[in-house]
T-cell receptor, first 114, second 114 residues
Framework: EAGVTQSPTHLIKTRGQQATLRCSPI?????VYWYQQALGLGLQFLLW???????NRGNFPPRFSGRQFPNYSSELNVNALELEDSALYLC?????????????FGQGTRLTVV | GDSVTQMEGPVTLSEEAFLTINCTYT??????LFWYVQYPGEGLQLLLK?????DKGSNKGFEATYRKETTSFHLEKGSVQVSDSAVYFC?????????????FGKGTHLIIQP
């Protein structure tokens, strides 16, 4: 069974540009989470999608947005890139919501803003 | 809001030493608790979990017990190996208090020397 896949693995953008990151969840999983892992800051929750709807978002500005498609894959868009957006962006998926739900993570997209 | 606090390290040990990585949490509901591991260049993998008080999660020689009275979920291993070198994240899922998926600690970098 294929795991969570993310593309691209690396992305280099200049300040002010837009970045689009993609995530394909494990087959059968309906929930997708996005996290930012910046150096020294640990993992910060960005967005949660379930059944095509945005369920919650973390404490990030509106230029971080995304969507979930009918096949449950997801995109994360970052507009007006800033240098501090450079980070590893991790996507995770899970099959249900409830206590003890296990999330499976992808390898991440390394975004570098220059 | 929910939070997870863990020692950040780096923690450096010799092979076969005893390992403890402390983790404490605050949560508004009754969370599930997790330990994730991130090997160099990879995404996060679930190491173990516990969903209720006094539960013990275990995997690959690692153990952690859900202690509600001390709000702790310390990770232990009796004899570490060089291959255990990685970053370890303590996390909680508290859907009763706010649906933002997982709340992570900042991670503990573990280095095992031969």
């Amino acid at each position: 069974e294929a795991g969570v896949t993310q593309s691209p693995t690396h992305l280099i953008k200049t300040r002010g540009q837009q970045a689009t990151l993609r995530c394909s969840p494990i087959s059968g999983h309906t929930s997708v989470y996005w996290y930012q892992q910046a150096l020294g800051l640990g993992l910060q929750f960005l967005l949660w999608y379930d059944e095509g709807e945005e369920r919650n978002r973390g404490n990030f500005p509106p230029r971080f947005s995304g969507r979930q498609f009918p096949n449950y894959s997801s995109e994360l868009n970052v507009n007006a890139l800033e240098l501090e957006d450079s980070a590893l962006y991790l996507c995770a998926s899970s099959s249900e919501q409830g206590l003890g739900t296990e999330a499976f993570f992808g390898q991440g997209t390394r975004l570098t803003v220059v | 809001g929910d939070s997870v606090t863990q020692m950040e390290g780096p923690v450096t040990l010799s092979e076969e030493a005893f390992l403890t990585i402390n983790c404490t949490y605050t949560a508004t509901g009754y969370p599930s608790l997790f330990w994730y591991v991130q090997y160099p260049g990879e995404g996060l993998q679930l190491l173990l979990k516990a969903t209720k008080a006094d539960d013990k999660g275990s995997n690959k020689g690692f153990e952690a017990t859900y202690r509600k009275e001390t709000t702790s979920f310390h990770l232990e291993k009796g004899s570490v190996q060089v291959s255990d070198s990685a970053v370890y994240f303590c996390a909680l899922s508290d859907l009763g208090g706010g649906a933002d998926g997982l709340t992570f600690g900042k991670g503990t970098h573990l280095i095992i020397q031969p």
